[in-house]
């Protein structure tokens, strides 16, 4: 396939390995026909997140299981794509190597065009395997251990504008951080919904990060959590002090209250001031069920529509990467070059290197 060729349902292979997760998807236009994932968060549980050589070790390991596994699920022959797309940041550096050095080798031994976009923005695309094409404009929010973002997006394949992004802890390392306090276990966020479910989420009144009147002149579409995993471990422990029991639950519920506020007020806030009225919400915090709920619930009333693919899409996968790299294909973007780099910090800005 020449550069710059337009193919109406593209057949892509997605290659995703910026954390502890080896994901390959394979999608036909906006067809999803296989996502495999291997992850290895079994092995971070006992420390208590990732670690980055560990997850570099698992990705090599798994390589190329996770591509056999896909290509028996989807029924394809490798050289049957049109295009290999691999995620190329942002992420952990040696994890990121060993996805994007696998992407160069197929797309060498193929002679197939390969394409290195930005992870941020695949969790926006692979919302199309669910829904159908992306409404443009829309405000995208991404959740997840180590994002928070709002972008405008009005064409995936050429960039998306910032509106606000987290200025400390990203929403998903405060649920990590304050399952740990708990004695929930790892990962954080999964647990603490479960754990949400027997609680009240009124019980305990935890603050709304950059919420107040002077937060919002400066940084009126940020996030902040940090300050609120503080606000818990300052009230396990007076509660410890005390000799008071911890109610778990009602801690959790309270906790992941406090957090979906903020996010949901924002998102429709952000999109209100565009005049925009879809938000796409992606990232593996976007799997929370309390999220879901309260978005909808809100954005219904200011006639904002809200899409969020289902949670198996939510999480890092390669299926999102094969995702942004069809639409890439069929809107005739120039591939990568095959010296493309793995950048641990590339911005959202850059979405194809």
């Known amino acids: 396939m020449t550069s710059g ?11 995703e390995t910026s954390c502890d997760e080896t994901g390959i998807g394979v999608v036909r236009g906006h067809t999803l026909l296989a996502d495999a994932v291997a992850s290895s968060v079994e092995e971070h549980a006992r420390f208590g997140g990732v670690v980055p050589e560990v997850a570099s070790r698992a990705h090599l390991e798994a390589m190329v299981p996770t ?20 995620t190329a940041g942002p992420g952990l550096a040696g994890a990121l190597l060993v996805g994007v050095a696998a992407a160069k080798a197929l797309a060498l031994g193929l002679d197939k065009p390969i394409y290195g976009v930005n992870h941020l923005a695949s969790h926006v695309a692979v919302d199309q395997l669910q829904h159908g094409p992306l409404p443009e404009p829309c405000v995208a929010m ?27 802890d990203a929403a998903g390392e405060a649920f990590d951080k304050v399952a740990r306090l708990l004695g929930l276990g790892f990962p954080g966020g999964p647990v603490i919904d479960r754990t ?24 009126r579409f940020d996030f902040s959590f940090s300050g609120l995993k503080t606000a818990v471990a300052r009230w396990i422990e007076a509660k410890e002090r005390s000799g008071e029991p911890v109610p778990v639950a009602d801690v959790a519920a309270s906790f992941q209250e406090a957090v979906v506020d ?11 001031s565009e005049g925009i009225e879809d938000i796409i919400i992606g990232g593996g915090v976007a799997a929370n069920s309390r999220l879901r709920v309260l978005a909808e619930e ?36 120039t591939p990568s070059a095959l010296d493309l780099p793995a950048d641990s910090s590339q911005p959202i800005t850059s979405v194809l290197v």
């Open 262 to 272: 903020v996010l949901v007020r924002k998102a429709l806030d952000a999109a209100s």
């Open 5 to 15: 060729a337009l193919v109406d349902e593209p057949l892509v292979l997605g290659i």
């Open 67 to 86: 591509i056999e596994r896909a290509c028996e699920e989807s029924g394809i022959k490798l050289n049957d794509v049109d295009a290999i797309a691999v």
């Open 196 to 219: 949400a479910t027997s609680g009240s989420s009124i019980a305990i009144d935890f603050p709304r990060g950059l919420t107040s009147r002077r937060d919002l002149e400066r940084h």
């Open 142 to 168: 991404l959740v997840s251990g180590g994002h928070s973002s709002l972008l405008k997006v009005t064409d995936i394949t050429e960039g998306v504008d910032p509106m606000g992004a987290t200025i400390d």
């Open 298 to 333: 809100r954005a219904t009333k200011l006639g904002i529509r809200v899409r969020v693919p289902r949670p198996g899409l939510c999480t890092d996968n390669g299926a999102m990467v094969a995702a942004l790299g069809a639409e890439m294909v069929a809107r005739g973007r």
